[in-house]
């Protein structure tokens, strides 16, 4: 893409993100949100940044509560960007969303399949992931018809059709049908994303390619002692990522955590994953580096111009941040104050 006539059509979209990201949460805001005693603490923090006007009229709060508002406001941002976006960003936007359809709709599933109420499940569904015939969804009473009538209209349509039939999502587990899933949309998210070419191919690369990464490790380690088979497991990595093809084939063959290690000691990024501590000694999850690691990249993002990954490292940047004063408001809340700094920090 020519940086010539980027500003044209999405300069002013590019501008406004900077705008948002400024907003984001620094360390010092963390810091007084760990010294709160009590979520109504936490408001009063809150209030002194964008979330206030988000927050000001709740008089009964909760950590739920606080997650949604939270969620609401990265919302209404987004679909203010998605609003005034023409294409092709408006289509790279849209790409975005499809992540969130598919956990909805995975959701939908596996409340049809455990005879739920759907339109219970329908709350629980991301905004982002909303389309507009997911109401029809609540008439459906079995899986077949979710897939006919609905899930053929919808942009994952393609995926479904690739991976899936009708009569597999009554008989596959269901996680296995989300990586099923989430594979096919990667790599054409991938294959999107290279046909801009410059800074947006560059850094959508290495973004995609370690979240392709992430969800080959996890399958793979979640995998062990399951009924799910090498081969089988093999297929749902999507087929893009630094550990794509040689680091893949050792995944599918691996029995024990170990294995899975060695695998990516290979790559210096990857080699921290699996290490037991931290410098100050405090023990970190998986799940932790690799959300450390995904800031890293994101923040990376915003150091280049005239490019659309910024758009997507944002709303990773922001998800980001709600789950920190999730979990800073869940220790408050449950009195867990010595994990309260387990948070990961971006700017």
Not at 19 to 37: D, K, P, V
Not at 160 to 173: G, Y
Request: one cysteine or more.
């Amino acid at each position: 893409m020519e940086a010539l006539f980027f500003n044209a059509d999405d300069g002013y979209l590019e501008a406004v993100v900077r705008g948002y990201r400024s907003s984001i949460l620094n360390n010092t805001a963390y810091i007084n949100l760990t010294q709160c005693e009590t979520l109504e603490d936490v408001k009063l923090q809150l209030s002194a940044s964008d979330y206030g006007p988000h927050l000001q009229n709740e008089a009964h709060l909760s950590t739920s509560m606080l997650a949604q508002k939270c969620t609401d406001k990265l919302v209404q941002e987004f679909q203010y960007i998605r609003a005034h976006a023409v294409a092709p960003l408006s289509h790279f936007l849209d790409f975005m969303t499809y992540a969130y359809m598919i956990d909805n709709v995975i959701l939908l599933i596996t409340g049809t399949l455990h005879e739920r109420d759907t339109h219970e499940l329908l709350n629980r569904c991301h905004p982002l992931g909303v389309f507009d015939s997911m109401p029809a969804l609540c008439v459906a009473t079995n899986v077949a018809e979710l897939y006919n009538s609905v899930l053929v209209e919808t942009p994952l349509a393609p995926y479904f059709k690739d991976c899936l039939s009708a009569e597999d999502l009554d008989e596959m587990n269901i996680e296995i049908i989300r990586n099923t899933l989430y594979k096919a949309y990667l790599e054409d998210f991938y294959h999107f994303s290279q046909s801009f070419g410059g800074p947006t191919a560059e850094i959508m690369t290495e973004l995609l390619q370690f979240e392709a990464d992430r969800r080959s490790l996890n399958i793979t380690i979640n995998s062990f002692g399951t009924e799910l088979t090498k081969d089988d497991r093999a297929k749902l990595f999507p087929s893009i990522g630094r550990l794509y093809p040689d680091g893949n084939l050792k995944l599918a063959k691996s029995d024990d955590i170990d294995q899975v290690k060695a695998t990516c000691d290979v790559f210096l990024e990857y080699r921290q994953f699996f290490d037991g501590t931290t410098g100050t000694g405090a023990t970190k999850t998986l799940e932790d580096r690799f959300f450390e690691y995904e800031v890293d990249l994101n923040k990376k993002s915003f150091q280049q111009q005239f490019h659309y990954a910024l758009f997507y490292s944002f709303l990773k940047l922001k998800e980001q941040e709600v789950r920190n004063i999730v979990w800073i408001s869940e220790c408050i809340s449950q009195g867990q104050k010595e994990r309260i700094n387990n948070y990961i920090p971006i700017f």
